[in-house]
């Protein structure tokens, strides 16, 4: 399917390269009032409550599950997915139950499982509060899927970054014949996949769990109207939490060239006018990793050169005329 789909995509109407990142987000207090569900956990939601809806997609949970709130996890509460200024997280959607009865080639019967529906070709990302001694499961259909998954591991282990991508083939496809598939994946010894390892277990079989922290999934979708698709989240032993998704339109999406997420805070005056600086973003996409300008391999003369580019915290050039916080000559400074 995924290859027809593939080769079809000339037929689909062309997104644009310039086409914009789209920051669908819950609104909590909406879908209390016109829902009349108190979203406290204290009484079953219906399975299909719709969470949120647009022409992008629309999310929804699964099963019969008492829903809550949770709020952006610590003080990275702001993200920027492709570029741009960073957008503020707002509250999102949780459960009570654990899902149970899944497999690597069966959905779960029961618990806090998220459903993504999508006719739209591009990227999908989904953010969560997320925990590197959890485990994700993603299915396109009823086919476990392939996913980039990033965390900003913050509780356990200041700025620490959990950041890869799930073996996938030439059609973005989970690919279970990785020569490294055991790396990402609990093989049995009879050869057979159970499931995903924990994302600690993947980038540091032999440390701990480094806790939690802001984090996210990327999923390359290749839905169309004709060929619409349905995406199930969840994580293992756990409640996961969404607040909504972002999706990037592109006509050909591959992980290798998936968009650049960062994670960020803004700066806090208090009322004794007590400055707490803002949270340095997070860069993932192979950016260097607590860098507020995200850039790799800058080399600075021992001259200062009064020409040199000037970039802002996203790792973006920008020109003399751009007001906050830069870097140029690898040094950092406010340009008033």
């Known amino acids: 399917m995924k290859k027809f789909l593939l080769l079809g995509v000339a037929a689909v109407a062309t997104l644009g390269a310039a086409a914009q990142t789209q920051y669908c987000f819950t609104n909590v207090t909406e879908l209390k009032e016109t829902t009349g569900q108190p979203l406290d956990k204290s009484a079953d939601v219906a399975a299909g409550f719709v969470i949120l809806e647009n022409e992008y997609g629309k999310l929804t949970s699964m099963f019969d599950e008492p829903l809550g709130t949770f709020t952006p996890c610590g003080s990275l509460n702001y993200v920027s997915v492709g570029g741009g200024d960073l957008q503020k997280i707002v509250a999102g959607i949780n459960g009570n139950n654990n899902p149970k009865g899944q497999s690597m080639t069966s959905l779960p019967t029961s618990g806090m499982v998220f459903q993504l529906y999508t006719e739209k070709t591009g990227y999908f990302t989904i953010l969560t509060k997320m925990n590197t001694n959890k485990n994700y499961w993603v299915f396109e259909g009823s086919s476990f899927a392939a996913y980039r998954l990033g965390d900003c ?184």
């Open 153 to 336: 591991a913050l509780s356990k282990a200041e700025g620490e970054v959990v950041e890869y991508t799930l073996p996938y083939d030439e059609f973005m496809g989970l690919d279970l014949n990785a020569a490294d598939i055991d790396k990402y994946f609990t093989v049995a010894d009879d050869g057979s996949v159970t499931g995903p390892k924990v994302p600690w277990a993947v980038v540091n079989p032999e440390g701990a769990d480094m806790g939690e922290g802001s984090g996210f999934m990327t999923l390359c979708s290749y839905a169309t109207p004709e060929f619409p698709i349905t995406y199930t989240f969840f994580a293992q032993g756990s409640k996961m939490a969404c607040d909504g998704f972002i999706f990037t339109p592109c006509d050909e999406p591959t992980f290798a060239d998936a968009p650049e997420v960062v994670f960020g805070g803004v700066e806090k005056v208090a009322e004794d006018g007590t400055v707490t600086p803002a949270p340095t973003p997070v860069v993932f996409a192979g950016k260097i990793y607590n860098d507020p300008a995200g850039i790799e391999n800058i080399v600075v003369d021992a001259a200062a050169d009064v020409n040199a580019p000037m970039y802002n915290v996203l790792g973006q050039r920008v020109n003399e005329s751009y007001k906050g916080l830069v870097i140029k000559n690898g040094k950092k400074f406010i340009n008033k």
